[in-house]
């Protein structure tokens, strides 16, 4: 898993040929925390399949508003350059797993 910034997110998506799974985060967020643990374990998992990003919701304002990010952690996937997917608040393991093999 990947930290991401703002400036560099359009990017990734546009160019990336895997699907993507990003994770909206802060660091005063203890649901985050939880959801960090199950993020790191998928990326080992899947992570040859799908690129795991996380950003900071904090520091990148403009991209929250831009995705319509009201609750954290949230999870948004994308496939071709789109959005695909989305999980809001804390979820289990098992449930980010379940939509990732949906991508897969």
């Known amino acids: 898993m990947k930290f991401i910034k703002g400036e560099n ?28 643990q199950h993020m790191f374990k ?16 904090q520091k990148n304002l403009d991209i929250v508003e831009a995705y319509g990010i009201s609750t954290i952690p949230t999870f948004i996937f994308f496939e071709n350059g789109k959005i695909c997917g989305k999980i809001e608040g804390y979820r289990k393991k098992i449930e980010i797993e379940k939509k990732i093999r949906e991508f897969l």
């Open 9 to 36: 997110l359009r990017k990734e998506i546009s160019e990336s040929k895997a699907p993507i799974l990003l994770m909206f985060w802060s660091y005063d967020c203890m649901a985050c925390d939880v959801s960090n």
């Open 42 to 57: 998928l990326s080992d998992i899947y992570g040859d399949k799908m690129n795991f990003y996380k950003i900071d919701s």
